[in-house]
């Protein structure tokens, strides 16, 4: 089941909470920088061991820690494509980014997932293009799977919201 809600995803209590981190693991701004102060030291601490043991996260992929004060179990932080052109394979790698975070979810047994609109903030991809590669992946990669039973798509801002409402209803 895909779901959509205008919020906060600090919020939603779900087994998983996607983040659009960046390469360091370290925090940041936007989402990254509302799980990071919502859920507490012990985010940060488990991103310090990951960066110890493989050198932080690459584009595309996703790791996971704990969710520390947050309403979850996990956090699985992944990193979008900063949007460039178009032409320099950002819509693969964030294919790639929504993709990675539903495997490592699935693979910990996680039934419901919560992701925000990965790379549509600080690192400008075009919301439109962005909501149709969040939906289809999400899409192809559930009915392929009997772990994982709610994805929710958690739009922050008014316009995100608007672009997913009609792609979800067709
Ligand atoms: N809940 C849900 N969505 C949110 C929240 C929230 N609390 N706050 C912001 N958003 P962004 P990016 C939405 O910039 O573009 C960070 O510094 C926001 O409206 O958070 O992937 C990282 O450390 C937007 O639609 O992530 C990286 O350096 C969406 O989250 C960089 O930003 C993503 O915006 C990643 O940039």
């Known amino acids: ?46 991103c310090r061991k990951i960066r110890a043991r493989q050198g932080g996260c690459k584009t595309g992929e996703a790791v996971i820690t704990t969710a520390g004060n947050l309403p979850a179990q996990y956090v699985i932080h992944t990193v979008g494509p900063v949007w460039q052109n178009g032409q320099q394979g950002e819509k693969e790698l964030l294919r790639q980014a929504y993709y990675n975070s539903l495997k490592l979810a699935a693979k910990n047994n996680v039934l419901s997932i919560s992701f925000p609109n990965i790379s ?25 799977q009997a772990i994982i039973q709610r994805v929710i798509f958690v739009c922050f801002d008014e316009e995100n919201h608007a672009v997913y409402q009609p792609i979800l209803e067709e």
């Open 1 to 46: 089941m895909i779901e959509l809600i205008k919020g906060d995803i600090t919020k939603i209590a779900v087994d998983a909470i996607v983040n659009a981190a960046n390469s360091s693991l370290l925090g940041g701004g936007g989402v990254d920088g509302a799980i990071h102060r919502d859920g507490g030291p012990a985010i940060l601490e488990d």
């Open 120 to 144: 549509t903030g600080i690192y400008g991809f075009p919301k439109g293009q962005a909501a149709s590669i969040a939906i289809q992946t999400v899409r192809e990669f559930i009915t392929k």
